[in-house]
């Protein structure tokens, strides 16, 4: 079973960059969709990035141009490049994936939600100051 642990959160300045991974311990990733939310407290974990299996991707409209999802060759690592990073952007970032391959994501077809994944990863902490 998957084991997902995220890296690369930690303190900057607004419009400094920062690069997320996620990684599933010995565990291949399924040919689902795979993605990042960020919550902060007191609101509901929302979605960032999503990446389908042919390479589909979808943002949230406040990161795009900013962020970008992408996966290693080895299915073994998901990364989120997080560039021009504002205050905003601080939450608390997670990873997830889901093993039966039957959740689809891309433009105009379909989004997930939280509850649509079966593996979420610890979180990585955000935080970005003015």
């Known amino acids: 079973q998957a084991q997902l642990v995220e890296s690369g959160g930690g303190s900057v300045q607004s419009g400094e960059s920062l690069r997320l991974s996620c990684t599933a311990a010995?565990?291949?990733?399924?040919?689902?969709?795979m993605g990042w939310f960020r919550q902060t407290a007191g609101k509901e974990r929302e979605g960032v990035a999503t990446?389908?299996?042919?390479?589909?991707?979808i943002y949230a409209d406040d990161v795009k141009g900013r962020f970008t999802i992408a996966q290693d060759n080895a299915k073994t690592t998901l990364y989120l490049q997080m560039n021009d990073l504002t205050p905003e952007d601080t939450a608390m970032y997670y990873c997830?994936?889901?093993?039966?391959?039957?959740?689809?994501?891309?433009?105009?077809?379909?989004?997930?939600?939280?509850?649509?994944?079966?593996?979420w990863g610890q979180g990585t902490r955000v935080t970005v100051s003015s």
């Open positions: 997830a994936a889901e093993l039966s391959g039957f959740l689809r994501c891309a433009p105009g077809v379909y989004q997930p939600y939280p509850g649509d994944f079966d593996f």
């Open positions: 010995g565990y291949t990733f399924s040919r689902g969709c």
């Open positions: 990446i389908d299996s042919d390479g589909s991707t």
